[in-house]
């Protein structure tokens, strides 16, 4: 790549960090909708932010009604397209920094979208801004689209499709480096149950807000006293699992606490609601819960309910409960599935309602999977752009995380995260380092001039 954009990079740091943190300083999860801000008036906020910089740094851009903006550099009919986004997912559990307040220590940036998908998004746009001040002449066009809803139902990206064309090749700079070719599908199930009748009785509860998220913690009140406080207490000891039981006024406060994170990456996680399922059904619970329990419990594979499986480009299915509710006696509840990319997601569901006896289930959202051969034009590119930039080995991989990129025919994850990183997309403490997504703005220069310009 040519001194002069790396010259330029260099020069922005600054500004894309100051940017970056006003990005970050907007919550922007998703809200009641309203006029123009159909996902609720911060993300629209965070949208007009959006926009108005990019407006700042020279490029046309266009609002497509609050759900997404595009930005657009070069005027050649073929396009490539980057798409990231500007929502982020609720705070949760566990922070011991403020969430949007964008704190810096040394060259780490805290917050809330910090790394999904705020700073790649924005590192990206740098990279946009790097090639049309170094005058790089394309042969195609840039276009940046950011969306509203990623992490809800991707309602954005329809409306854009449905108000403009969609173009067909390009990267989402919303995962890891070097390349992601394969996404696994997805599939959300809705669960609804009567509460049973015998053994424990349980007053409250009401966990989680995501399909998405492993909930870090999960708190319940029982009907009881000492006695079942000191048999929960017992079996947390039994069981090693981190179980607190205080007895109230009310009844018996139960906390379980998880190890949060993506459901999609719930290698090394734990799931607080599976804690809390597995204790309810060694306390005697009936019905939904006991179904739940004993066909979920706190697996992550899918096996219970019948759904493991794996193959060689995709890996292993992953499963996870997300939300549990109690509510006028009925529960809610969610399980958010990633198949790998041969299996047959039809057939997974209909297994997976098959062990639930009982609980009425309804698909909320069905996600096909997505492959680009690793050997092809577009993810040879981008691992000449990675390997370049960073001198380290590029390989295509496979994840169980949905991105953009399977929007478009020829689409692939690309980024921001290294690696060697440690990935809290979803997580407390979520974090970037400056220095790396500097690294990852010049790696994107590189890919996009190697997809544009030649
Ligand atoms: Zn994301």
């Given at each position: 790549m040519e001194r002069r954009v790396y010259e330029l990079l260099d020069s922005y740091r600054g500004e894309l960090t100051e940017t970056l943190q006003r990005w970050i300083r907007?919550?922007?999860?998703?809200g009641e909708s309203a006029e123009g801000a159909p996902f609720g008036k911060e993300v629209r906020r965070m949208l007009d932010t959006a926009m108005e910089d990019a407006r700042r740094m020279g490029f046309p851009v266009r609002d497509f009604d609050g759900y997404a903006c595009d930005i657009t550099l070069g005027d050649a009919e073929e396009k490539i397209a980057v798409l990231g986004h500007l929502d982020v997912v609720p705070v949760g559990d566990g922070w011991t920094r403020p969430p949007f307040d964008a704190v810096m220590e040394g060259t780490r940036m805290y917050g809330r979208g910090t790394n999904d998908d705020k700073g790649p998004s924005l590192a990206a746009l740098y990279a946009m801004r790097a090639i049309r001040e170094a005058g790089i002449p394309l042969k195609k066009s840039i276009r940046m689209i950011l969306g509203c809803d990623e992490e809800s139902g991707w309602e954005d990206m329809e409306w854009y499709a449905a108000h403009t064309d969609m173009p067909e090749t390009g990267f989402s700079p919303d995962a890891s480096f070097p390349v992601i070719n394969t996404e696994k599908g997805m599939i959300h199930l809705l669960l609804r149950g009567k509460d049973a009748e015998g053994g424990v009785r349980v007053l409250e509860m009401a966990t989680g807000d995501r399909p998405n998220v492993i909930p870090g913690e999960s708190t319940a009140l029982l009907e009881g006293g000492e006695e079942l406080a000191e048999k929960i207490r017992a079996w947390g000891e039994k069981t090693g699992l981190p179980f607190t039981a205080e007895v109230t006024e009310k009844g018996v406060q139960v906390t379980a606490t998880g190890i949060p994170g993506h459901s999609a990456y719930p290698e090394g996680r734990r799931n607080a609601i599976g804690m809390m399922l597995c204790l309810l059904r060694e306390l005697g619970a009936e019905g939904t819960v006991r179904t739940l329990a004993e066909a979920v419990?706190?697996?992550?594979?899918?096996k219970s309910l019948g759904c493991a499986c794996r193959d060689d480009v995709s890996g292993e299915l992953t499963c996870n409960m997300g939300i549990l509710h109690l509510k006028d006696g009925e529960w809610t509840g969610t399980l958010d599935f990633r198949c790998p990319v041969t299996a047959d997601q039809e057939a997974l569901k209909n297994t997976a309602i098959a062990h639930l006896p009982g609980i009425e289930v309804e698909v909320l959202e069905l996600k096909e999977p997505h492959h680009v051969p690793a050997d092809g034009w577009l993810v040879s590119r981008l691992l000449a752009a990675y390997e370049e930039e960073t001198a380290l080995k590029g390989e295509a991989i496979a994840t169980g995380g949905g991105t953009?990129?399977?929007?478009?025919?020829q689409g692939v994850a690309f980024g921001?995260?290294?690696?060697d990183e440690e990935d809290l997309a979803h997580q407390a403490d979520e974090y970037t380092d400056i220095d790396r997504l500097m690294t990852a703005a010049r790696i994107y220069a590189n890919a996009l001039i190697r997809l544009a310009a030649e």
């Open positions: 907007v919550p922007s999860v998703k419990g706190m697996e992550q594979d899918g953009y990129a399977k929007i478009l025919k921001a995260l290294f690696p």
